[in-house]
C-alpha cells in the first residue's frame, strides 16, 4: 500500500519529536541511554585523573612526615653556641666611628626641699676637704719642747693657738728652747700640726718666752 503525503508528513514530525527527545554528547551524536550525558565532555576521565594527582600528594606528605621524622632523631640531643662577645662592642665603636661625635646627657632631679640639705652638704665636704689640705707657710711662736717621751715640739702664738710641730731626726732644739722662732713648713689646719723638712726651717729671733731665761 501506499501511503498518502499526509501519513509520510506526519511519520516525519513523529520521527523528529522523538529524535529531538533522544539524549546527544557534545558532538551532536545520539547516546545510549544508560549512559551519562557527560561522558562525551571527558568528565569521568578527568575525575579520575584528579584522584591519581590526590593520590600522588598523600604519598608525597607521607614521604616529607617520614623524612621530618627521620631528621628529628638524627639531631643531637645536646647543642652549645657561643657567641662573640666582642661583637657588641665593635659595633658600638663602629658607631660612634659614624657618627664622629657623641653627647652624653646626665639629668638629676632634686626635689625643692632637699636642695638646701644639698648644697650644705657640699659645702661642708668642700670645707673639710679644705681644711686637710697642707698649706706651704711661715708662722713664728715661741718654741716649747715637752718633756714626754719622745719629746714633743709645740709653737705657741701670741693668739694663743698651739700647732704641733712635726721636725726632721737630726732637728737640735737646744739653742732655740723657749725662744721666739720662726717656722716654714707645711701646715695642717685641721690637725694644728706643721711638717718641717729640714732643721733650716726653724729660725731664731730676739725675744725669749716670758718668765724663762736664755740658754748658753
Known amino acids: 500500500m501506499s501511503s498518502s503525503p499526509e501519513d509520510k508528513n506526519r511519520q516525519a514530525e513523529v520521527g523528529k519529536k ?3 527527545s533522544l539524549p546527544r554528547d557534545a558532538s551532536g551524536h545520539f547516546m545510549k541511554r544508560s549512559a551519562s550525558p557527560l561522558s562525551g565532555l571527558g568528565v569521568s576521565t578527568k575525575v579520575e585523573g584528579l584522584g591519581a594527582q590526590i593520590k600522588k600528594i598523600k604519598s608525597a606528605t607521607t614521604g616529607l612526615t617520614e623524612l621530618k621524622k627521620n631528621l628529628t632523631l638524627d639531631e643531637p640531643l645536646v647543642s652549645f653556641q657561643v657567641n662573640n662577645p666582642f661583637a657588641k662592642v665593635i659595633k658600638w665603636i663602629d658607631q660612634i ?9 646626665l639629668k638629676v632631679s632634686i626635689p625643692l ?8 652638704s657640699f659645702f661642708q665636704i668642700g670645707k673639710v676637704r679644705a681644711l686637710n689640705q697642707e698649706t706651704y707657710l711661715s708662722r713664728t711662736g715661741f718654741l716649747r719642747v715637752s718633756k714626754d717621751n719622745p719629746s714633743r715640739y709645740l709653737l705657741l702664738q701670741t693668739s ?3 700647732i704641733t710641730l712635726e721636725v726632721p731626726k737630726d732637728f737640735d732644739p737646744i739653742n732655740l728652747a723657749n725662744r721666739q722662732v720662726l717656722v716654714t713648713g707645711y701646715l695642717n689646719q685641721a690637725s694644728s700640726t706643721m ?3 729640714t732643721s733650716d726651717s726653724v729660725e731664731l729671733t730676739l725675744n725669749t718666752l716670758p718668765g724663762t731665761k736664755k740658754q748658753k
Open 113 to 120: 626641699v632637699a636642695l638646701p640639705l644639698v648644697l650644705f
Open 18 to 20: 522523538v529524535a529531538s
Open 97 to 105: 666611628r659614624r657618627k664622629q661625635t657623641t653627647t652624653f646627657a
Open 195 to 197: 711638717r718641717i723638712e
Open 160 to 162: 694663743g693657738q698651739v
